[in-house]
């Protein structure tokens, strides 16, 4: 059986250049799409982050404003930014990025971003819309893996997909967004009993556990698909997923390598959703 290396970044790229000729038909109809981007602090991998996301609409064609604050911002003056980023017509998506300084309630953030701009996904009322199956933003990461397996030509519908992690980030929007591609869904964490029992049963197995390697190849049942979540340096400097990637990859039918595979869908989907929101308007 030949493994087949799921390439996050090829597919991420495709995605870009679809999104390019979106927006060069958006600004014939001078509406060109805005994304505000918020880093409150001095997080060194949110800086990364944040620049990734800039490179991504520079390429894209989509306008980043980008709003650099200091570690000692308050609630209130983030607050006072929200509304104003909400108020302002030309701003099609707003990202503030986590986590946020001690003594800032992100919750109270999320739910101060106008939904109709909610490009990451998290406020109560885009994932209520999930829930419910009503038009809304999903988060960036789980809407990157269905356009993975999507485009991988992998079929969801009728398999066993177990996902691992019940975050609100990862884990939950997984499991719903699998449920409504006609995937039968199980979802385990930390207090799942028998859990290599649970896993070796899944068609499609997602890892967004948080804990470098943990999936081996005796958690996988033969001809798996497994999608990878996690992101971790390891003590040699270099990057490792929540799966032990050689130990699993010759009895596995596909896999997301660490870089290279969910990371980059992640950024492409928040163009998309951004993209997305200004042709709302168009």
């Known amino acids: 059986m030949e493994t087949k290396i799921i390439d996050g970044k090829k597919i991420a790229n495709e995605i870009k250049k679809e999104l390019k000729e979106k927006v060069i038909k958006l600004k014939e109809k ?34 980043s404003l980008s709003y650099e ?63 419910i199956g009503h038009k809304g933003f999903v988060s960036c990461t789980p809407s990157g893996i269905i356009e993975l397996l ?69 958690y996988i049942k033969e001809g798996a698909v497994i999608i990878d979540v996690g992101i971790h340096r390891q003590e040699n400097k270099k990057l490792c997923g929540d799966v032990d990637f050689d130990d699993c990859i010759d009895k596995v039918s596909g896999i997301t390598p660490v870089p290279g595979g969910v990371g980059p869908m992640t950024i492409a989907m928040l163009m998309n959703n951004c993209v997305e929101s200004a042709e709302s308007l168009a």
Do not use: W
């Open 150 to 218: 999507k485009r991988s030509n992998i079929t969801i519908e009728g398999k066993e997909c177990v996902v691992v992690g019940r975050s609100n980030i990862v884990g939950k929007p997984m499991a719903l967004l699998l449920l409504r591609e006609n995937g039968t869904i199980t979802v385990c964490h930390s207090r799942t009993k028998d859990l290599k029992e649970v896993t070796k049963r899944a068609d499609i197995l997602v890892a967004a556990i948080g804990k470098p390697k943990f999936i081996t190849k005796e």
């Open 69 to 131: 604050l200091p570690e000692d911002t308050t609630e209130e003056q983030l607050l006072d930014l929200m509304n104003e980023l909400n108020e302002r017509e030309d701003v099609h998506g707003i990202l503030v990025q986590l986590p946020l300084p001690n003594g800032i309630n992100e919750e109270k953030v999320i739910q101060a971003i106008d939904p109709k701009k909610d490009v990451d996904g998290f406020h109560p009322q885009s994932v209520g819309a999930l829930s």
């Open 30 to 63: 001078n509406i060109i799409p805005t994304l505000a981007v918020v880093l409150v602090g001095k997080d060194e991998a949110s800086k990364v982050y944040v620049s990734n996301k800039k490179k991504a609409c520079d390429y894209i064609g989509i306008r």
